[in-house]
C-alpha cells in the first residue's frame, strides 16, 4: 500500500544509453523513495549515474537513453507512462531542476527575461488565457529578488553571457523554483562557482526550499553540503543504491566498504597530507559484471560478490545496506 505522504518512488530503475555498435548498462535496478517536504542526498563518484537519474525522473535524457525496465512514481502518476503533455505539465508546473551547467542550460540566444516568462506563462496562466506582460514581468522580477540578484531589472534584459557564472546559477535557481511547486532537483547546484558563492548559493536554495515546502533530491560531491542541507542520504555506485541511511548515519557510521571509502577519501581541514581516494576505477558499463559492481574495488569482496548481485538487508528501520557483509 502506497505511504500518504510518499511523493516520489523509483523501483527497481534501469537506464541504458546505445553508443554506435554497444549499449551502455548505466542504472541497475536503482530504488529510492522522497516524502512531501523532505530534503535527500544522492552521492557517490562522478559517473555513477547521479545525473542519469535525476533526468529519468523528468524523462529528459537525451535520445540515446532509454529507461528498459522499473517504476517512477510521482504523486501518484507513473512518470514512464505518461504523455509528452502530461509530462510538459509537470516540468512546468510541479517539478523544477537545477542543472549541473548553467550555461549549458540556459539558451545563448535569448535575454533572461525570455526564458523566465516562458515558464510563467504556463504557472500563471490559466486554461485558455495568458498573462499579460506586466504580471510576468513582476513575477520575474520577484523570482530574481528572492535569489538576491543585484539589479533584477538589468539581469532580466541580459543574455547569459553576459552575467557572472554566481549571477547564472541564481537565474537557474530562479527559473527551477518557477516550476518547482512540489519537487526540486539539484545537480551540482555550485559547481565552477568559487567557495563563497558557494556558499551563498546553498544558504539560497536550503532557506527557499524550506519556505515552499519542497521535497528535495540534491546530488552533489560535497558531502559537507550534504551534511547541512539533507535529511537522509542514498549512495550510488555504478548504478546500484550501495546503502542509504539518515545523513548523520551515512556520515559517522557508514556500513558499507564503498561509503566508508568514499567518506573517509574527503579531504578535511583538519587532515595531514592528501587521502588516497578509492583504489581502481567504475567499471566499464558496457561489460558490467553480475555481481556487485564494486566487488572488483573492494578490499572484502568474497567470491559471490562477483556473481550474485546482493539483496538489500535491513540493519534497522531507516539503515539499508547491499552487501554481503550484513547478511
Not at 555498435?21 to 523513495?33: A, E, F, I, K
Amino acid at each position: 500500500m502506497r505511504e500518504n505522504n510518499l511523493l516520489l518512488e523509483v523501483e527497481n530503475l534501469y537506464v541504458s544509453y546505445r553508443r554506435y555498435w554497444y549499449t551502455l548498462h548505466v542504472l541497475n535496478g536503482v530504488s529510492m523513495s522522497l516524502r512531501r517536504g523532505e530534503r535527500v542526498g544522492l552521492i557517490g563518484e562522478s559517473g555513477s549515474g547521479k545525473t542519469t537519474l535525476l533526468k529519468s525522473i523528468l524523462r529528459i535524457l537525451p535520445p540515446n537513453g532509454k529507461i528498459v525496465g522499473g517504476s517512477i512514481n510521482y504523486d501518484g502518476r507513473e512518470i514512464t507512462s505518461l504523455s509528452e503533455k502530461e509530462l510538459s505539465h509537470i516540468r512546468r508546473r510541479e517539478i523544477g531542476m537545477i542543472f549541473q551547467d548553467p550555461m549549458a542550460a540556459l539558451n545563448p540566444v535569448f535575454k533572461v527575461k525570455d526564458q523566465l516568462y516562458d515558464i510563467l506563462r504556463y504557472k500563471l496562466g490559466e486554461e485558455g488565457s495568458k498573462p499579460d506582460n506586466k504580471l510576468l514581468r513582476d513575477h520575474a522580477l520577484k523570482l530574481l529578488n528572492d535569489v538576491k540578484l543585484p539589479d533584477p531589472e538589468r539581469v532580466l534584459n541580459s543574455y547569459p553571457f553576459q552575467l557572472s557564472g554566481g549571477m547564472r546559477q541564481r537565474v537557474m535557481i530562479a527559473m527551477a523554483l518557477a516550476s518547482a511547486n512540489s519537487l526540486l532537483l539539484a545537480d551540482e547546484p555550485t559547481t565552477n562557482l568559487d567557495v563563497t558563492i558557494q556558499d551563498q548559493i546553498l544558504k539560497l536554495i536550503h532557506k527557499l526550499v524550506t519556505e515552499k515546502n519542497l521535497g528535495t533530491i540534491l546530488v552533489s560531491h560535497a558531502l559537507g553540503m550534504v551534511n547541512r542541507m539533507t535529511d537522509r542520504v542514498y549512495v550510488l555506485y555504478a548504478g546500484d543504491i550501495m546503502e542509504t541511511a539518515k545523513t548523520s548515519e551515512i556520515m559517522n557510521n557508514p556500513r558499507h566498504p564503498y561509503t566508508q571509502l568514499l567518506i573517509s577519501s574527503t579531504p578535511r581541514l583538519s587532515s595531514v597530507g592528501v587521502g588516497e581516494g578509492i583504489k581502481g576505477k567504475l567499471p566499464d558499463y558496457r561489460f558490467p559484471i553480475s555481481g556487485c559492481r564494486f566487488a572488483p574495488r573492494c578490499p572484502y569482496a568474497m567470491q559471490k560478490c562477483f556473481t550474485q548481485k546482493p539483496g538489500v538487508t535491513r540493519l534497522n528501520s531507516n539503515h539499508l545496506v547491499a552487501c554481503y557483509l550484513y547478511e
